[in-house]
């Protein structure tokens, strides 16, 4: 009920390709869903988020879709850089005496030049 | 801009040894979390506090305990350390807001224990 569970664990794509990361949830009490990105020796850092009521959200190269019949969100990264190859975790927060967020297992990414 | 610091980048330390992680952040958020990072698992929560003296269980609660008596500062502590947490530690912290949460991690402390 909690799970947030993401695929692929790892995903390698050409420059200028369309890296496509999924997830899915059960609990539909979540209501905020952001992406984070993380970079070796670094914490993650907030990417992009998304709230239900929203189909999609870009910003930049990034785009989250969201489904919530089907309780799933994907984050594309449109013409891909080598500089985006770090982890991707996506996330899910529910609003419970301030917000608890529950993470996805990550994607690791490595875009070739 | 929003830092979150850990008191230590690499820790080395013997089973049953007790350890201290420290995590400080500077822009005075109530929320303060410990999680940890294994390859495949993401992170899991590990304890969290909404404020000075206040604690709460994540996830794996399980051989860790936490401090908080100031409201910058959340300490992580391994009473007697195990192999099986042999791990990246990462701390974070964000503010109460009605319209989501964003979290400010710190850089991680890898922890070895032998």
């Known amino acids: 009920q909690q799970q947030v569970k993401q695929s692929p664990q790892s995903l390698i794509v050409q420059k200028g390709g369309i890296p496509i990361i999924n997830c899915a949830y059960e609990?539909?009490?979540?209501?905020?869903f952001p992406w984070y990105q993380q970079f070796p020796g670094k914490g993650p850092a907030l990417l992009i988020a998304?709230?239900?009521?929203?189909s999609e959200k870009k910003e930049g190269r990034f785009t989250i879709s969201f489904n919530k019949s089907a309780k799933q969100f994907s984050l594309h990264i449109m013409d891909s850089q080598p500089g985006d190859s770090a982890t991707y975790f996506c996330?899910?927060?529910?609003?419970?005496?301030?917000?608890?967020?529950?993470f996805g297992a990550g994607t690791r990414l490595f875009v070739k030049a | 801009d929003v830092k979150v610091t850990q008191s230590s980048r690499y820790l080395v330390k013997r089973t049953g040894e007790k350890v201290f992680l420290e995590c400080v952040q500077d822009?005075?958020?109530?929320?303060m979390f410990w999680y940890r990072q294994d390859p495949g698992l993401g992170l899991r929560l590990i304890y969290f506090?909404?404020?000075?003296?206040?604690?709460e269980k994540g996830d794996i609660p399980e051989g860790y305990s936490v401090s908080r008596e100031k409201k910058e500062r959340f300490s992580l502590i391994l009473e007697s350390a195990s192999t099986n947490q042999t791990s990246m530690y990462l701390c974070?912290?964000?503010?109460?807001?009605?319209?989501?949460?964003?979290?400010?991690f710190g850089p991680g402390t890898r922890l070895l224990v032998l």
């Open positions: 996330a899910a927060s529910i609003p419970t005496g301030g917000f608890k967020t529950i």
């Open positions: 822009m005075d958020h109530e929320n």
């Open positions: 506090s909404y404020d000075v003296k206040m604690k």
């Open positions: 974070a912290s964000s503010s109460h807001t009605s319209v989501g949460e964003t979290q400010y």
């Open positions: 609990n539909t009490a979540f209501d905020y």
């Open positions: 998304i709230r239900p009521d929203v």
